[in-house]
């Protein structure tokens, strides 16, 4: 055989290997269906009626009527969802990190939803997606705009992996499968959740359930799984587990995180029992008329910090994937100019960016550089 033969068979093999590995992975991707006591405790659940869990709030998704004017919206406008430039990412510092501050809050936003929180000295990871693509396939889905801040294998110990519901911008195998062999904390997650990662090889001992105002506590540190206007589902939206908003209290210092969520009145009820916070945050983007219920719009987003009586708003779910027909940037205009409108306190850090939330950095529009 030709050595150009060798050559060519060779460069036809490795992408042929790679979608097949791809593939191989996908079922496993979706991951598992509850059963035995943790269906049984989710039947128990206030939220599950009629086979699967549902909204305080009546929440629509997207009607199948609407997927020819979504489909065409989708053609147009291509460029303008996507930035123009290098997102500039920050890699965070080992050495703060290091140190978490025993007295105050802070943030380090890693892109989308993924948040490192160090409240009063304890570290919480939220909805942690190192993924290049959030899809159940390597191949094939929506992918990453911007490149991770930093390592997984860098963070520091954690004291606890915060999980919001299934989706996959939120919920990530390979990255829980890293972290399971990486960190020694408990991954705590709404009720049914569990299952996936079982099925992922977490172990069952580090598997912390919760339904809506249950709670967890280790030490000073205390989370709480408090209601959300969501859905969920891996291979249908089908409900099948239930999705949270969530709770961080340490002994005086809390934070809230919205995890997706339409606005409802129920924040106001979270703000009363378990407000004021330090920082709260909002998911503020892959918002559309088409899904109303689901996702908040930037201005909901301001309401919904006053409602919880939050301090600082930091502003996530937006920049890192694009899943949304509005343009890229379009979030934090409308975000800054709602803040302003109302006075509210607001940090929009770059990705892999740390907010101290007491000494916030001034807005500085980074993102109209690269829109």
């Known amino acids: 055989m030709k050595l150009n033969d060798v050559l060519w068979r060779s460069a036809l093999l490795v992408p042929a290997v790679a979608l097949v590995r791809a593939a191989w992975d ?13 269906l049984e405790r989710m039947r128990r659940s206030k939220q599950y009626r ?7 709030v009546p929440a629509s998704v997207v009607a199948a009527a609407n997927a020819p004017d979504i489909g065409r919206e989708m053609l147009r406008d291509r460029a303008s969802r996507r930035p123009s430039r290098p997102v500039p990412v920050v890699t ?20 989308h939803a993924t948040a490192l929180l160090e409240l009063e000295g304890r ?36 004291d606890a992996v915060v999980i919001s519901h299934d989706h996959y911008d939120h919920l990530d195998m390979r990255t829980v499968r890293r972290l399971a062999a990486s960190q020694r904390a408990p991954f ?11 099925r992922w090889g977490v172990p069952p001992s580090r598997i912390v359930e919760l339904d809506w105002e249950e709670s967890w506590s280790e030490g000073t540190l205390t989370l709480t799984a408090t209601a959300a206007r969501h859905f969920s589902g891996r291979l249908r939206q089908d409900n099948s587990t239930l999705w949270a908003s969530w709770v961080v209290a340490g002994r005086e210092r809390r934070a809230f995180y919205t995890g997706d969520s339409g606005y409802f009145d129920g924040y106001r009820a979270i703000g009363e029992q378990h407000g004021p916070f330090d920082v709260t945050l909002v998911q503020v983007g892959a918002y559309s008329p088409y899904w109303p219920d689901i996702h908040m719009t930037p201005e909901e987003g301001v309401d919904t910090h006053l409602a919880v009586r939050g301090g600082l708003l930091v502003p996530v779910h937006w920049c890192t994937f694009n899943l949304a027909l509005h343009s890229w940037s379009e979030p934090m205009e409308r975000l800054t100019a709602a803040a302003r409108e109302h006075d509210v306190r607001l940090a929009v850090p770059r990705p892999g960016q740390t907010v101290d939330a007491g000494e916030p950095p001034a807005a500085d529009h980074w993102w109209r550089t690269v829109a």
């Open 26 to 38: 996908v079922p496993a991707a979706i991951g598992g269906r509850p059963s035995g006591e943790r």
């Open 50 to 56: 009629d086979g699967r869990f549902q909204n305080s």
């Open 92 to 111: 965070p510092s080992g050495s703060l990190l290091a140190a978490p501050p025993l007295d105050g809050v802070r943030v380090t936003w890693l892109g």
């Open 123 to 158: 570290r919480v990871l939220f909805d942690p997606v190192w993924g290049r693509r959030c899809s159940p396939s390597a191949a094939i889905g929506p992918q990453r705009l911007h490149q991770v801040p930093m390592p997984l294998e860098s963070l520091p110990p954690l």
């Open 188 to 198: 705590v997650v709404p009720l049914g959740v569990g299952a996936h990662l079982e």
